[in-house]
């Protein structure tokens, strides 16, 4: 049973639009999402985080917003530049007692940029 | 800034072989895990550990061991390699809960 989906596997995006990523997810017990960017060949590079007491959290060109009703997460890319053109995960951990938290991972959307 | 090594890019091994994918973080950081990726099925946890010599499963530790004897090392173990977990194998440390995991360049294994 996956619980964090990426539903869109690809997404194409002209430079200087706006890209929107989607998530979903449904443990309600998570507390704590994260976006990760990655290029072929290299490790998953952190973005930006949210966590569950909040409904926006802002860096840069960088937007996440969480619906937590919804259970749905988005990251906002504005403007697009051709930098951007990765595999984007999304991710959500939550508080089990222990003295960690794994990620639970989507599996990806690969946006593309155009120039 | 965090670095975190895994010792080789690359590996490839024999069914059968044992074999060790070996990190190391620089941070001081308590928390270290193992993922693999692969195609349309994300990053899945396969074991992390939270201090020295402890150890946790995560998603799909079938297959693997872990060994964590100092703090800035985690060491993954496939007792007995097979061509199922032919992978990229990456490595990510944290500090504290719910903090930024940082990730390793990976090591692309496969098994023949």
């Known amino acids: 049973d996956q619980q964090v989906k990426q539903n869109s596997p690809s997404l194409s995006v002209q430079e200087g639009r706006i890209s929107i990523l989607n998530c979903d997810y449904t443990?309600?017990?998570?507390?704590?999402f994260l976006w990760y960017k990655k290029y072929p060949a290299e490790g998953p590079t952190f973005l930006i985080s949210?966590?569950?007491?909040?409904d926006k959290n802002e860096d840069g060109r960088f937007t996440v917003f969480l619906n937590k009703s919804a259970k749905h997460l988005s990251l906002h890319i504005v403007p697009s530049q051709p930098g951007d053109s990765a595999v984007y995960f999304c991710?959500?951990?939550?508080?089990?007692?222990?003295?960690?938290?794994?990620?639970?991972f989507g599996k990806g959307t690969h946006l593309i940029i155009q120039p | 800034d965090v670095k975190v090594t895994q010792s080789s890019r690359y590996l490839v091994k024999r069914t059968g072989e044992k074999v060790f994918l070996e990190c190391v973080q620089d941070?001081?950081?308590?928390?270290m895990f193992w993922y693999r990726q692969d195609p349309g099925l994300g990053l899945r946890l396969i074991y992390f550990?939270?201090?020295?010599?402890?150890?946790e499963k995560g998603d799909i530790p079938e297959g693997y061991s872990v060994s964590r004897e100092k703090k800035e090392r985690f060491s993954l173990i496939l007792e007995s390699a097979s061509t199922n977990q032919t992978s990229m194998y990456l490595c990510?440390?944290?500090f504290g809960r719910g903090n930024i995991q940082y990730f390793g360049a990976g090591t692309r294994l496969s098994v023949l």
């Open positions: 990510a440390s944290s």
């Open positions: 443990n309600s017990m998570f507390d704590y």
């Open positions: 949210i966590s569950s007491i909040k």
């Open positions: 991710a959500a951990s939550f508080y089990s007692g222990g003295g960690a938290d794994g990620l639970t």
């Open positions: 941070m001081d950081h308590e928390n």
């Open positions: 550990s939270y201090d020295v010599k402890m150890k």
